[in-house]
């Protein structure tokens, strides 16, 4: 068990967030906003992107500074000059992207800026070892001590992160998003460690997307929205239906807004697709106005599939027919020349290209069509890029803003943008509403809805069960590469596909096509 810093007696909250205001040029951030965390608490804060979460966050980690306002942690007013100053308070904050040093093994991360050093200033790398070993042995987790963070995945990464902020002596913890890339296991197991924390009075803050978790595992709930509160729950009282209501206006029967739809031709066939490294392989088709969803735990195989089909990664076998003529795609770019779209699980590190603008990003898979002789026509790519802009109310200043300075569902909107400029007929969307809050993920699943009914096909891969069947025609289910099972809309239930992806299942069911998902 983590030790957590000794508490005063007494009843003084651990944390008070007390009319905290910032400002920004145009905009004002906070409002006079109030936040209360007790002791032995996991406290979680709700909101849309935007709503201020991110930034309150941040002025008590450290990361940025308020106009007005006052903190105290257990009952004393304290000033918090930097992330350093509030790790002296044992405040440690772990963000939704990483902030790990790639290069660097995760026991060298667990220790970064305090390693072990002999009096001539050299690495004690044996006595390093021996206590990242106790940090992850106290947490009960597994990660390879020896290995380069680059080489990890993003779960792993993400555990990395955790167990880093851990290993201070924490009485404040803060958590963004800290399960949008971790298997079901791997949550429990996040739980049961917050659990413990909270049993030993450290106060945890717990920003989340995903309402059943913070119902199974907070306390309190309070809800931002435009900077101010909306109000505060004990999570005992209350519903996901009054969260959602609180956070965006909106209900819960309507946070899967799928349109009906008549599938047409098909558009998509993959035939004997078997990724390096796997022993199955893999046949599927997609139909014109159809959303095929892919589900499986992590490491089914969904995204190495969909990579070896749009040949970033290589395969031993299979062919892929468009509008039943075979094509070869030999990389990314032949797959948008035939029509063929991607988006990536990972939106920091193959999605958005964060140094380029709002502009750029748009029109990124398309500056073919907006060149003649070689020459780039901006001034029809700029036009190009503000109707989507318009289209998909993108929030962005103007088209040169630097699309890392966007939220995260803004990115996300501007990536589906991309694709709708770039006209291609296929589109699959490997997690597409990871990490962005519940109104932008409404506004995504309309997108989706309107490439459907203007015929594309949408491949939707994704680890959130009720997503899946709430958006998908059929659902295919993986398996250690392969595909072992396959309903249509309506038929299976979460309980159906995780006994399918966990291998409870023996026979395969089929869906409304009456065929094997393997013919």
């Not at 930097?82 to 660097?104: K, N």
């Not at 800290?178 to 996040?190: F, G, K, R, Y």
């Not at 595909?483 to 299976?492: L, T, W, Y």
Request: with cysteine; proline share 4%.
């Amino acid at each position: 068990m983590i030790e957590a810093s000794a508490t005063p007696t007494g009843q003084a909250p651990a944390v008070q967030m007390l009319s905290i205001q910032r400002h920004f040029p145009g905009v004002q951030a906070l409002k006079g906003v109030e936040l209360t965390v007790e002791q032995g608490e996991i406290h979680a804060i709700l909101g849309e992107n935007g709503a201020g979460k991110s930034t309150l966050m941040k002025i008590l980690a450290g990361a940025d500074r308020k106009d007005e306002g006052r903190i105290l942690l257990d009952g004393e007013e304290v000033r918090i000059s930097g992330p350093s100053d509030a790790l002296g308070w044992g405040i440690a904050t772990v963000y939704q992207e990483t902030s790990l040093a790639s290069h660097l093994s995760v026991a060298e991360n667990l220790f970064i800026g305090r390693l072990p050093t002999n009096r001539a200033g050299v690495v004690q790398w044996r006595r390093l070892y021996r206590d990242a070993r106790e940090v992850l042995k106290r947490l009960k987790l597994e990660l390879p001590l020896r290995l380069p963070v680059s080489q990890l995945t993003i779960a792993q990464q993400q555990m990395t992160e955790i167990a880093k902020a851990l290993s201070h002596r924490v009485r404040v913890l803060v958590l963004d998003e800290p399960t949008s890339a971790l298997t079901e296991t791997e949550v429990i197991e996040l739980h049961r460690v917050l659990r413990d924390l909270r049993a030993h009075d450290v106060a945890i803050i717990y920003i989340s997307h995903t309402i059943e978790e913070i119902l199974s595992l907070c306390d309190r709930v309070t809800v931002l929205r435009d900077g101010e509160n909306v109000g505060e729950r004990k999570v005992a009282d209350t519903s996901p239906d009054e969260l959602i209501r609180m956070m965006v206006g909106r209900s819960l029967v309507e946070l899967f807004p799928k349109q009906p739809a008549t599938p047409g031709d098909e558009l998509l066939r993959v035939e004997g697709m078997r990724v390096r490294g796997r022993d199955s392989e893999v046949s599927f088709s997609v139909r014109a106005g159809e959303i095929l969803g892919f589900a499986g735990l992590l490491g089914a195989g969904r995204t190495a599939l969909m990579q070896a089909i749009i040949g970033a990664i290589p395969s031993n076998s299979g062919t892929v027919y468009l509008r039943s003529k075979p094509v070869r795609i030999r990389g990314p770019h032949a797959a948008v020349a035939a029509s063929i779209g991607y988006l990536s699980d990972d939106r920091r590190r193959s999605g958005i290209a964060e140094l380029l603008t709002v502009g750029s990003n748009l029109t990124l898979a398309s500056l073919p069509q907006f060149s003649r002789a070689g020459v780039l026509r901006r001034r029809e790519e700029r036009r190009a890029a503000s109707e989507i802009v318009k289209t998909l109310r993108i929030v962005t200043p103007t088209l040169e803003q630097q699309v890392a300075l966007l939220s995260g569902g803004n990115q996300q909107k501007t990536v589906l943008g991309r694709w709708l400029i770039a006209g291609v007929d296929v589109l699959i969307l490997d997690e597409p509403t990871r990490g962005i809050d519940v109104g932008a993920k409404v506004e995504i699943y309309g997108l989706i809805n309107r490439l459907i009914a203007a015929g594309k096909g949408i491949i939707l891969l994704s680890s959130y069960l009720p997503e899946v069947l709430g958006m998908s025609d059929r659902v295919l289910v993986m398996r250690r590469g392969a595909i072992v099972a396959e309903f249509a809309r309506g038929e299976a239930t979460q309980e159906d596909i995780m006994f399918a992806a966990t291998g409870q299942r023996a026979a395969v069911t089929t869906g409304r096509t009456g065929r094997s998902p393997h013919e």
